[in-house]
């Protein structure tokens, strides 16, 4: 291809992918309105992490050309492979970034962590890991921030509607256990849960699985006052996760689709 179609095909591209998070950014804020009327508060506050699992490097660059910041990841191989192209790609023109993108980019880990990834993660400094999802993992995670003198925030996941193929601690087991690791570790700072809705058709199912979740946040949030995150909401079921109290949301297809 040559250079005029290349541009002109960046240019769509980033117009495609403003749009999408355009787009997103409305659906969460009347999401977000809904939920402050049903709750009868104010000033709840949405953080939307992109999820960039299948994405290449040119729609990663787009969304934070639009703005975004905040970039989701499942593996850790991903994670440091996409941190470092991006950084690069940011760095050349035709759209120079701002200098030093890679300070202002937050990286969250939202997959399956295998112990002995743990040092490759940490090295990676993620600003959240959202998927502890058992007490050997945290303890271990504890250990290897001591060690490094580092403090990592994290959110225990929990498998809300009880399906078998996914990973976390059960509805009636993650206050116990959410307990336990506070007590036993001093560098793993657990600050909140994270879902994944329930994986089917049914809305009802979805939000029950949802409204579950929110409320074992509340139970935590007043038993430890630095409880403040509740992940949960993804393309299609991220309004209705809002409804229910979530505060920070992983979207991935949604916002790089065509
Ligand atoms: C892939 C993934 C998402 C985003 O999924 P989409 O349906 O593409 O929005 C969110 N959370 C986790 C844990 C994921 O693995």
Redesign the pocket.
Known sequence: MDKHAQNTQERARQARIASNLALITRQIDAATERYQAKAGITGHKVTLIA?S?YQDIESMRALYLAGQRAF?E?RVQDLRQKASELQENLAQPPYQAAPKPQKSIKWHF??TLQRNKINHLLALSPTLI??IDSIELALSLDERCKAQGRIQPALLQVNAASEPSKHGFSLESTCDAFAHIRARTSHLRLQGLMT?GAHTQDIGAVVESFARTKALYDTLRAAYSDVETLSMG???DFMHAIEQGANMV?????LFKD
């Open positions: 999820v699992k989701g499942n939202i997959g959202h998927s994944i993804m393309s299609g992983r979207i991935g297809s949604a």
